[in-house]
C-alpha cells in the first residue's frame, strides 16, 4: 500500500491594503468592464513598506502551525520570484521568526511561479526518501510588479501561501504520478538590476495555453485517465481569465454536462484570485484554498491541478481531497481577512508602490503600516532587513 503524503494544512497572507480595479480603470481612461471581465479581475492587493516576501511567509504560516508543528518541521523550503537576496534563502529568516526546529534544512527555490510546485514536489519526495521525517514546511511568497500605467498593471498583486505537507494528510492526497515539461523561451523574466518584470503577453499566454496541452496529453498517456475522472481541474491565476482560457481548453470536447461542472468549481475556485491579483508561487495554492472554502465537494473527490511558470516549465499533476478538509482548510477566514482590508485611492496606491527600501547601506526606520500582521518590516541598517 502506497503510503499517503500530501498537504496537511495551509495558510495564506495577502497585505492590509488594496485597490479597486473599477476606480483604477477610470483613472486609466479604460473601460472597467476591460479588468473585470476581460481580465477577470475585482481587486488587488498593495504592498506596505512595512511587508515583504518574508513578512507575507511568516504570517502565512504563524497562522496553522502549532508548538508540535514547529518541532517536527525538519524541512522549510521558500519558493519566491521576488526574493531579498541573491545568496541568503528566505527560509531562514522564517525560520528565526517563528521558531522553528533548527535542526532543518532551509532553502529557496526559484522558477517563475512553478517554484512552489517544485518545493511541494521535493517536500514529497523528502519525505518518500526519509523515514524518520514528518513535516516540511512549503512557502510560496511573492510581490509581482509590472510598474504604475504599464500593460501589465491590473495583473499586480501580493501574497502567501504557507502548506504543511505530512504523511496521513488531512486536506490533499497527492498522486504521485505527474507530468511536466521545461522549455528555454522568453516570454517573462525579470533581470537582476529591475525590481518590475518584463513580459510579451500574448505569448506568454500562448505558452501557458501550449504547455498545458503539453502536460495534459503526457499525464493522460502515463495514466488513462480522462477529464471526467475530476471534480475540479485548477491552474495557475495570473488573472482569472487565463485560468477560464485554460479550462475552456481542455474541456472543448467535453459534454455540456462535465463543461458545466467544471466551470461552476473553477469560479469557486477563483473568488480569492479575484480579490487578490496574482501572487506568482502562491496563485495556484490560493485557488486550491479558494475551492477548498467556496465549495462543498465530498471527500475523496479527484482534483487535477496545472501549475506554470514562465521560462518556462509546466506541470499537471493531481490528488485527492480527504475526510476533514473542509474543517481543516477553514484555519484562516480568506474572505473575512479580505473584507477586513483598507482601500487606497489611485494616488494613495502609486504612493505604496513607488516606496522603496535604501540600496546604499544606510540606515532607515519604518513606522508600523500593518496593523493586523504578526510579523513586520521594521528598517534597514548596514544593507540587513531589521524584522519583527
Not at 135 to 164: I, P
Not at 207 to 227: C, G, I, M, N, P
Request: hydrophobic content about 40%.
Amino acid at each position: 500500500m502506497i503510503e499517503k503524503i500530501g498537504i496537511d494544512k495551509i495558510g495564506f497572507y495577502t497585505p492590509e491594503f488594496y485597490l479597486d480595479l473599477t476606480e483604477l480603470a477610470h483613472e486609466r481612461d479604460v473601460d472597467p468592464n476591460k479588468f473585470k471581465i476581460g481580465i477577470g479581475q475585482d481587486e488587488q492587493a498593495v504592498v506596505p513598506l512595512d511587508q515583504d516576501v518574508v513578512t507575507m511567509a511568516a504570517n502565512a504560516a504563524v497562522k496553522i502551525l502549532s508548538a508540535d508543528d514547529l518541532a517536527e518541521i525538519d524541512e522549510i523550503i521558500f519558493a519566491t520570484e521576488s526574493g531579498i537576496d541573491q545568496s541568503k534563502a528566505g527560509a531562514l529568516y522564517v525560520q528565526r521568526l517563528l521558531g522553528i526546529n533548527p535542526r532543518a534544512r532551509a532553502l529557496e527555490v526559484k522558477e517563475a511561479c512553478y517554484g512552489a510546485t517544485a518545493a511541494l514536489q521535493t517536500a514529497v519526495d523528502h519525505l518518500i526518501a526519509h523515514a524518520d521525517s514528518q513535516k516540511v514546511l512549503v512557502l510560496g511568497s511573492d510581490v509581482a510588479r509590472y510598474g504604475v500605467a504599464t500593460a501589465g498593471e491590473v495583473t499586480q498583486g501580493a501574497g502567501a501561501v504557507a502548506m504543511l505537507v505530512t504523511r496521513q494528510p488531512r486536506i490533499l492526497a497527492l498522486e504521485r504520478t505527474s507530468a511536466y515539461f521545461s522549455e528555454d523561451i522568453m516570454d517573462f523574466w525579470r533581470p537582476n538590476y529591475s525590481d518590475t518584470a518584463f513580459a510579451k503577453g500574448k505569448y506568454s499566454t500562448e505558452q501557458y495555453l501550449r504547455f498545458l496541452d503539453l502536460v495534459w496529453h503526457d499525464y493522460q498517456a502515463k495514466t488513462s485517465a480522462e477529464l471526467a475522472d475530476f471534480a475540479a481541474v485548477l491552474f495557475h491565476i495570473p488573472y482569472t481569465k487565463l485560468g477560464l482560457k485554460g479550462l475552456r481548453q481542455i474541456s472543448a470536447d467535453s459534454n455540456t454536462e462535465l463543461q458545466e461542472s467544471l466551470l461552476a468549481q473553477f469560479t469557486k475556485a477563483t473568488v480569492f484570485n479575484r480579490r487578490v491579483g496574482n501572487i506568482y508561487t502562491g496563485s495556484l495554492y490560493l485557488s486550491l484554498l479558494s475551492l477548498l472554502q467556496n465549495s462543498d465537494l465530498p471527500a475523496n473527490a479527484r482534483l487535477g491541478l496545472f501549475s506554470y511558470g514562465s521560462g518556462a516549465v509546466g506541470e499537471f499533476f493531481t490528488g485527492t481531497l480527504q475526510p476533514r478538509y473542509q474543517d481543516v482548510s477553514q484555519q484562516v477566514n480568506v474572505a473575512e481577512m479580505l473584507d477586513q482590508r483598507q482601500k487606497l485611492s489611485v494616488s494613495e496606491y502609486e504612493t505604496f508602490f513607488n516606496q522603496a527600501l535604501p540600496t546604499d547601506g544606510s540606515e532607515m526606520v519604518i513606522t508600523p503600516i500593518s496593523k493586523n500582521a504578526t510579523f513586520y518590516l521594521q528598517g534597514m541598517t548596514d544593507h540587513q532587513r531589521l524584522y519583527k
